[in-house]
């Protein structure tokens, strides 16, 4: 039993608001236990220099937390002036994992921007990003689809990720809340489309080690969790999810 | 009639909620119709370098928006490097009118850290800002005062603000939503404290002017919008407006 | 009788050398007391990217102290490698102030820059910017009207600013000096035009509040002061005040 | 076959010349076909803030490439003032992956400063410049042993790393070059300590997936590799080599 | 004879003005034709951390050009965010000058900075500001001299600078203004004490070369031209002028 | 004799290895001693914005230290967010001597890049990297000529620089390593082509001064150390040598 009553192979109540703010093409706001993070979408009509002229999209992230989204307050980078390598590592992170399910020629000569913006943090943000960001990019890929009338729905597969991990004591476990991932020895973070393909696989050893059998038995332990989350992304798109291939993939 | 109903002499709805976040020592989310800002306060045990040894305390405060606060996409600061004028300006703004009803002495060699970051932009940010943040420093003072037995309650009167200004057709008008306020010939944010005494009365003509008579005009009005802040800042504090003197100001 | 033997309505000796420098098109040392600044104006033959093709100018400020402007050395901004808060806030006021007596039609795609330097500061630093540059660019505008031939003088009236107010006694005082600035319990900046309209208005509590009439009877005072400036504008214009209408309000 | 003749578990030859430089601690010249590194470890007698007064030390890396070290030149990240995501990314990685074999406590309050310049550049920067780090930390710490007589020797493995991946054709292929590595539909990196436990492991899809089968299958080749680099690093080490526990393991 | 009336080994109209500003401890407005720098010395209480505790001081320049110094309006480092490389040169060079005359163990702990900002630009204002510096940093120098009663008067030698070039005739002239020294083949600018002994000595072409002949040349030139700058630099420096040793030299 | 067994007027051994690297157009290896620098040169289609449709083409340079060229660790400029004086100092040097011997209009409209990165510091960096910033320069020279079958060859003459110093003794020494350079009176580095004229020179007094007999002293020494470094540079070209005129110079 874990400090918050969960067993090994349990997720953390998540919940995704959609259309949580009225000025953004997708807005969400998902909770996974405490964590919460409002993810948006925003269409541009242009694309980064190296796309121009190719017919092609571009899906890019940007990811920061609120001063007090944790419990000792953090310095906002703007005042730093320079954002920081975690930053920086979990937006490369998000856009990757999101380009991976987006047909970029369906998509045509856009951008995507995907803000992932924590108000409150109490472990797996970056894995709470993906999810949300996925879902916020849905919902601006239908508005778009209907809108320009697209020859082709850009979005190939469902998205989400979550984290596993190994604890001191050698237990492997499922969505780590802040707690548990501070105390881990091994923090494995993992991105799947919705016909079960990894997009991302990122296991790490805090100075500590795995085996070749503890990352099958941790990535295992990510499959059931983000079985979960695919069925709460379905919900969250209502009709969206229809446009979305292939579905059979995440029932 | 203005173009969402409200006559000239009427404010948008106003929520408070309280304790939006689980991790700092206050937290409010303040809507102001559609201009929707995360207020939290922060008690740090230090002071800054210029207050060592005095037995002083300060405030200070920072301001973001979220990229999709606002209708088109706005760049992050994080990203550009730096702080822009507009925001360091209402930053400052934020700080040193509450100051104004902080008695530094009583407050101790601590530090209350305030960040406004604005989810959802419809005008008047600043002055939303402001408002909530009031709310936001007194549940953590009063939570300071609970655990270290302060000898007397940091908060000498309530502070609120609101916008008024002049319409292109000169009428004068109260808290001026996005619309209102880009059109608007002059823009006045007034900031005034639970017993009427003005701290801030920042007036700006935007490539227009304004006279005495209209002067005068536009603080009755703001008066007129600040005592029903006053009200709902009361009933959100609950017991803890109890401690804020002259209570007698906010009848 | 105030520390350097004026009373409460005085203002301090004002000078507007012009053409003080060779290679802007307007250039002024203003001295206001000990407070001394080249304010220059420069014509650039292009816009920022919002008004391309709009057939409208702009006027942009930029402030800035020598290190020993100060009684203690100021490190230098370029050393920091930003620009503060205080300077951002005083380099917008200068740009807004100056847009509201240009007819930016008349003025043509074309950007004014003003240059204010402190080269010595005791007190109404914007103050003096303003009533400088407003000097400087006039000048700069003569020389533009002769060589460009424009169908219209593209600024419409005078423009000049002050400083007033309130001792910690209670007192209103007119054109605060660094001392009395420093003690001063409310501080109010006034910028006006020569027809007697207010364009900026910003009164500010320092740890301190003030009431209606005590507004009032800072704004009255500021009107005194503001009156004297724009017969030194005048007189140092010499016949480039002709240009400026309405004439007859700075009489 | 591959496009330089290997087949697909061949590594390119790879050779350690140490001591390359007179000045570091240890420093080592990596050559991993025509990818070269130079690696420096520094060892500074104190430790980050957060560690101070703790007993332990520390461990960080810092990555950079030469302008031509790449086919077209780079821009130096001084030039642009700020260090991009890619390389912190990659340092953090290098620093992460190192603490992995250190005993911080028996390193007592030191920070080892690992330093990686890439000044020829033909993919898997990343994982030879965490191969030959491995070499010049070990030779700094031999040195601290015998100066400062250490009670034991601080690092306990051997450790290296190496790229894996999958082409568009769906082959597995070890160490890829960057004419591969550009080309690759999965990439991942894999380090691997002495004894064959894992320390961080991160297979990306470059929109692109991969089933859990393609996973063990790249995880395997990578181990293949990995002996051969120990090897590798045990000759170049020489008698430092017998100081790392347990050397069984990477015989 | 040369665009101004000037024979090859004139140096334009030079004045000093001292206590030109009323906080510095030294201050001189110096105009060198129509190049015009405000040169200030300010002497601070404390010395860079490499030097605490040695008893030694330093002497550390700052220089900057306002914006319409120049012909062209320059944009402001500050605004840029950064100090350029010429400004970064210039500023070093001052330094490195002015140290070769002072006493740093007579000075005590102490760091006199000087601050040099060009307030109009006509070619020269590197060694203008060396030659105004040292005025200033001497009237600082004598104010401590009396205030703290230091054992002996820090500065050692008179120190001046001015230029000399080749023009693309191949002619050698002394003083370069704007005019003379952007079309100039050689640009050589030399430092000597008031004994005559070169301290910077800094010959280059510009796209072209020079030899040993035109060297010693250019060199007599600035010999005969810095004369001239001893005399004035006396004359501006009044009984300040009895402190500097040896005064023989300056003759 | 020197501490390393010179005599005053040696320089250390010099080597030059050509294609050192296998991206860039030109690229050495250069030892002075125990210095070591990678220079590199690389051929963009493009000029600087000043340039654009002049007809001429540009020569610009950048230097950098890898963190442990020196004996102490040196923070990268990267990690600092900016260049350093000397860096900057350092670099418009090595740009501006390249210049002297380059015809801009044979090169066309073209940038040659130089990078200069010193992987070991002992002392005359600036000097070996000019010379062997010549020989890439050439070699990216001879290769341009071919390919794109210039009318010309661009470069006119040899070009190499070293340094000369006085030490505390009042010794004249050439090539000074680092323990002369920190401990010297006077350092110079002189800047010179093939047919002996000079294109930089700069002596600096540190805390110290110079003669016009020292003077002249130096540069003879200098002289002397350069035509043995035109000879090195002449082997390590080759056939490309023969491409420079006047050949004649460097005899």
């Excluded at 709470?128 to 082709?152: D, P, R, W, Y």
């Excluded at 050893?205 to 709460?232: C, H, P, W, Y």
Aim: charged share 25%; hydrophobic share 40%; proline share 2%.
């Amino acid at each position: 039993m874990r400090h918050d009553g969960r067993t090994a192979d349990m997720i953390r109540p998540v919940t995704i608001e959609t259309d949580y703010l009225i000025h953004p093409e997708g807005s969400v706001l998902i909770s996974v236990g405490n964590t919460k993070v409002i993810c948006t979408a925003t269409i541009e009509e242009r694309v980064p220099h190296f796309l121009r002229g190719s017919g092609k999209g571009w899906v890019t992230a940007e990811y920061s937390m609120l001063p007090r989204a944790t419990g000792q307050r953090t310095q906002r980078e703007a005042s730093k002036g320079k954002i920081g390598g975690r930053t920086m590592e979990i937006q490369r992170l998000i856009g990757r994992a999101l380009r991976a399910v987006i047909n970029l020629e369906a998509l045509g000569e856009r951008t995507i921007w995907i803000d992932c913006d924590v108000i409150q943090a109490d472990g797996g943000t970056r894995t709470a990003s993906i999810t949300g960001a996925f879902v916020a990019m849905a919902m601006a890929a239908a508005k778009l689809h209907v809108e320009k009338g697209l020859a082709q729905f850009p979005i190939s597969d469902f998205l989400a990720a979550t984290s596993v991990g190994k604890t001191s004591e050698g237990e492997l476990i499922l969505d780590l809340d802040y707690v548990e991932d501070s105390a881990a020895a091994v923090d494995m973070n993992v991105v799947m489309t919705g016909g079960g393909a990894f997009v991302e696989l990122q296991g790490t050893g805090e100075e500590s080690t795995f085996t070749r059998d503890e990352m099958n038995g941790l990535v295992s332990l990510a499959e059931e969790g983000l079985k979960q989350l695919f069925t709460i992304q379905k919900e969250a798109l209502g009709s969206v999810a229809q446009l979305i291939n292939p579905v059979g993939g995440v029932e």
